[in-house]
C-alpha cells in the first residue's frame, strides 16, 4: 500500500507526475472522479488547521467522495484508544486516511497498521502536502511544467527562519527530490537536524539538486528564484522571547527579497506581519500567497488520485 506519509513517499519521477496533474485539475476542476460512489475519506485532525481541512474536504468531494472531518479531542482516539486499532476500524470502512498530528512516529504506526493509503496532513517531521502546493505554485507563477522531465529542476529556493520545523524539513527534501537548490538560513539552535540534511543531501546526488545550511539570510537569498519562511512558532511549541531575538534577523523584508532573482515569496500560511515576514513583503506584487493556498486543493487532489490509481493498481494485481 502507498502512503504519503513524508515527501519522499513519491520518487522524483511521481512528485512530477502529481504536480502536472494538479496543473491539470487546476485547470478543470472535475476532470478525475476516483472516489465516485461515493467512497469516503477520513480527515482527522489532533491540532487546529484552515486550509488543509477545507482543502482536502473540498478536494475529496470534487473527486466525488464524501469525507469525515474528525477532531480528534471528539473521537476515542483522543482518549487514548490505540492507533494500531483506529487503522484498522478506520481502514474497514474507509478508503483513505488524512491525519495531522504532533508526533510523526504516531502517523507511522497509523500506516503499518492501515490497509488504506494514508496522508501526512502535518506533523513534526514535516509538512509534504503543503511542499506539493508550493511546487505547484512556482511551476504555475514562474516556470510552466515541462512536458518531460523533472519541472523545477535547478531552480534555487531559500528558506529563512525556523530551520528545525517540519517546513524547513519538507523543504529540504521535497527540493532535493524535485532537484532544486535549496537553501536554508537560521540561526543556530534552529538549524534543521544532521538525519535530515543527509537524507535530503543523499535525494540531491541523485537529482543533481543541492542543500545548503547557512546562518547568512542574506547568503540564501542572494540570487534565488523563490525565498519562502513560516512561524517561528509552531504548533506544539513554546513562545518564549529567545525566539524573537534570535530570528529577528531571518525576517523576510524587501531588502531580502531584493537580493533574490525577481524572487517569489511563499508563505504556507498562518502568517505572523512584522515577525518572519514583512507586511509590505506578504502584501506586495512578489507574494504568490493566496495562489499557494489554493493550490492546496489542486496537489492535494492530484496526490489522492495518485494513491487511489496505485492502491487500485495494487489490489488488481497490477504494477504501481
Ligand atoms: N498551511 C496550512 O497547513 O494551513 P492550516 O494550518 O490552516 O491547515
Ligand atoms: N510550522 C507550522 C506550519 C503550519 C501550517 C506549524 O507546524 O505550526
Known sequence: MRHMLMDDSLTSAEQNQVLHLAAQMREDRFLRRPFEGPKTVALLFDLPSTRTRVSFATGVAELGGH???????????????????????????????????SGHERLVEMAEHASVPVINALTDAGHPCQILADFATIAQRRDGLEESGPALAGRTLAYCGDGANNMAASYLI???????????????????????????????????????VTGDPREACLGAQVIATDTWVSMGTEKDERIERALRPYEVTEELMALGDDALFLHCLPAYRGMEVAASVIDGPASAVWDEAENRLHAQKALMTFLADAASSSSTGQAS
Open 67 to 101: 469525507s469525515l472531518v474528525i477532531d480528534t479531542g471528539a473521537s476515542q482516539l483522543g482518549r487514548g484508544e490505540p492507533i494500531a486499532d483506529t487503522a484498522r476500524i478506520l481502514s474497514r470502512m474507509n478508503h483513505m486516511i488524512v491525519w495531522r498530528t
Open 174 to 212: 521535497g527540493g532535493a527530490l524535485a532537484g532544486m537548490h535549496v537553501r536554508v538560513a537560521a540561526p543556530a539552535g534552529w538549524a534543521p537536524s544532521a538525519e535530515t540534511v543527509q537524507r535530503a543531501s543523499a535525494i540531491a546526488a541523485e537529482t543533481g539538486g543541492s542543500v545548503t
